[in-house]
């Protein structure tokens, strides 16, 4: 069988790179979210990294470790925010230049915070991968160090950082539920899951509007989609990463996909229950606790609550429509 590009041992190395500038998030239950659930179900508070997702770890482990001469060059990739600002700020950490493709229409929180980190920013592209096929062309160009938003294994290793976290305080959970864009997250926490509990049951989560990874997952293809519709950028993707997708066909045992009303139910629940603020891609892992309460009562459940950068006038809109959760 072949050799997994990222395995614990890159993990273990990456927390001792991480924590001289992150310290580790709360793992906490929450009665109320508990209680609506009907099972013990713990959240994992990646919104309260300093750029407020979970991405950060993944950059600084990466930026950590460029030679040289590719510091001095600089790095390039594309982003709708969480990724380009972990970037950004381990650029800023290491005194890097760091050039962004965001799509057009981007979330403007999100682009206002990377340029605040230093950050130069490109808009192109009606999505993502508009942008990340304009990002490796610039690549070509300027001679930049591109940074795959998840065929990274440095990155793989840093965000899985946050799920030896989580072994350390719950040390065997039934579930973790880890909301999937291109991955990277959900294959750091699989890779951690298979050495410290093999029985921990990984689910990914993706948008039920854009599909791709979960497909791609089911049937074995690569499945690739013209267009997206759901709320959460972090989730918006329409074709999946190679390395990624590798890593999760041997070691998640699922994928659910979940609707755009489920994630604003979610990000309903999380604000009133937990106080907190998660973006849709954060909310994801929630929402399929909710869709997936049934089979889960009984077990012991992690979720991912990756990134808690939401536009406020989706807020808006989701608090307005509260009533209706």
């Known amino acids: 069988m072949k050799t997994?590009?990222?395995?614990?041992?890159?993990v273990t190395q990456a927390r001792e790179r991480i924590y001289r500038y992150l310290r580790p998030t709360l793992l906490n239950e929450w009665p109320l979210l508990k209680q609506r659930l009907g099972f013990r179900y713990l959240l994992k508070h990646e919104n309260h990294q300093p750029t407020g997702a979970f991405k950060v770890r993944g950059g600084i482990n990466l930026v950590s470790r460029l030679s040289a001469e590719q510091k001095q060059r600089g790095i390039i990739s594309c982003t709708t925010g969480n990724h380009g600002q972990s970037l950004a700020y381990a650029a800023r950490q290491?005194?890097?230049?760091?050039?962004?493709?965001?799509p057009e229409h981007n979330n403007p929180g999100k682009n206002q915070s990377m340029r605040a980190l230093g950050a130069e920013l490109i808009e192109y592209g009606r999505d993502f991968d508009d942008a990340k096929d304009y990002c490796e062309q610039l690549t070509q160009e300027k001679g930049l160090r591109y940074v795959h938003s998840a065929n990274e294994p440095m990155l793989i290793a840093g965000v899985g950082t946050m799920a030896d976290e989580i072994f350390d305080q719950e040390p065997a959970p039934d579930v973790a539920l880890v909301p999937i864009g291109l991955g990277s997250g959900i294959c750091g926490t699989a890779i951690v899951a298979a050495r410290r509990n093999p029985a921990t049951q990984v689910i990914g989560v993706q948008s039920?509007?854009?599909?791709?990874?979960?497909?791609?997952?089911?049937?074995?293809?690569?499945?690739?989609?013209?267009?997206?519709?759901?709320?959460?950028?972090?989730?918006?993707?329409r074709a999946p990463a190679q390395m990624t997708m590798d890593i999760m066909h041997r070691l998640v045992h699922d994928?659910?996909?979940?609707?755009?009303d489920e994630l604003k139910q979610a990000m309903a629940w999380l604000l009133e229950t937990t106080h907190n603020l998660a973006e849709p891609s954060g909310a994801a892992a929630t929402a399929a606790a909710w869709k997936l309460r049934e089979q889960l009562k009984g077990k012991t459940v992690v979720g991912i609550l990756s990134g808690g950068n939401c536009n406020l006038r989706l807020l808006a809109e989701v608090c307005a429509g509260y009533a209706a959760y």
């Open 255 to 260: 994928i659910v996909l979940v609707t755009n």
């Open 4 to 10: 997994l590009p990222v395995n614990y041992s890159d």
């Open 208 to 237: 039920a509007g854009a599909p791709a990874v979960a497909e791609s997952f089911k049937t074995g293809k690569i499945i690739q989609y013209d267009s997206l519709d759901t709320i959460a950028e972090g989730l918006a993707t």
């Open 94 to 102: 290491f005194g890097v230049v760091c050039t962004l493709v965001v």
